[in-house]
């Protein structure tokens, strides 16, 4: 069986193991009934933006065209450092997106991926934001009603808790299980002063299990500008990532370009 489309992030839904779908041309199919199958992906070549659809000869911030990743408000530097965020005195159009995206509750929490980690997103984008990141558990240790009180809070806690993941560790699945309502509580504590009212300590931890089969013991990640086309055994799906016998493969990456995937064998 062979699918074509534009490729993006995939969708993911929280059963027991995360039950995956690829995004081709924003229509859902199933993966998870093809692993342990050998699976074909090519990239035919044509890259076109995510939000306008213009052709582009490289994507940007994971599949945007140049003048969308430069003019887009969900592009500004505050995506990564929401403590930032200035959309409120921006233009028109970043006035809209901070209403909508940003003047909204955000949750604060730790999370277990490759270790444990800060981060922050809206309240609507728990349990994909874990996900998405691979995380094997998840724990909401604040919520605060704005984007930017959100990032002043992870800018403290990062002093002593990790914001970024491991990759390969987190693929493995090798991070030591941790106590996350222990560290809930010291991260309280690191609040700053006048953000205190916001920690919120009646969340259970939430865990989550991934569709894995086995992973390479060497990882080495596929690169489609490279090498546009591969044929491999599919052995597992993990954050943004399909895991093959010999490969793995952040399709998140390649949002924005068109590929053909062959499903051999059904």
């Given amino acids: 069986m062979k ?3 534009q490729l993006r992030k995939m969708n993911a839904a929280a059963q027991n193991p995360v039950a995956y779908s690829l995004n081709l041309d924003e229509s859902p199919r199933p993966v998870n009934p093809h692993i342990g199958k050998f699976v074909g992906l090519k990239w035919t070549g044509v890259i076109t933006c995510i939000e306008c659809g213009r052709e582009t000869r490289k994507s940007y ?9 430069r003019d887009l408000p969900e592009n500004a530097m505050c995506s990564f450092r929401p403590e930032l965020c200035a959309h409120e005195k921006g233009n028109d159009a970043d006035r809209e997106f901070w209403r909508t995206y940003c003047n909204i509750d955000h949750f604060v929490y ?15 984008n728990i ?18 009603p704005q984007r930017i009180l959100s990032g002043q809070i992870e800018v403290a806690l990062a002093k002593h808790f990790a914001d970024k993941t491991n990759w390969r560790k987190m693929l493995k699945g090798t991070a030591e299980e941790v106590d996350l309502l222990a560290l809930r509580d010291k991260a309280h504590q690191l609040f700053p002063e006048d953000l ?23 990882i080495t990640s596929h690169n489609l500008d490279k090498i546009p086309e591969f044929t491999d055994r599919l052995t597992g799906i993990k ?15 390649y949002s924005g370009y068109h590929v053909e995937f062959d499903f051999q064998g059904g």
Avoid at 61 to 69: E, L
């Fill in 239 to 253: 954050g943004q990532y399909l895991i093959f016998a010999t490969r793995v493969i952040n399709l998140r990456k």
């Fill in 61 to 69: 911030d994971q599949g945007y065209c140049f003048v969308c990743s």
């Fill in 127 to 144: 349990p994909s934001r874990w996900i998405d990141q691979g995380a094997v558990r998840g724990l909401i240790i604040a919520r605060v």
């Fill in 110 to 124: 730790l999370s277990l991926t490759s270790g444990v980690k800060v981060g922050v997103t809206r309240h609507t």
């Fill in 3 to 5: 699918i074509f489309g």
């Fill in 196 to 218: 205190q009212e916001f920690a919120v300590a009646d969340e259970k931890v939430r865990r989550l299990v991934y569709p894995v089969e086995s992973v390479p013991e060497k």
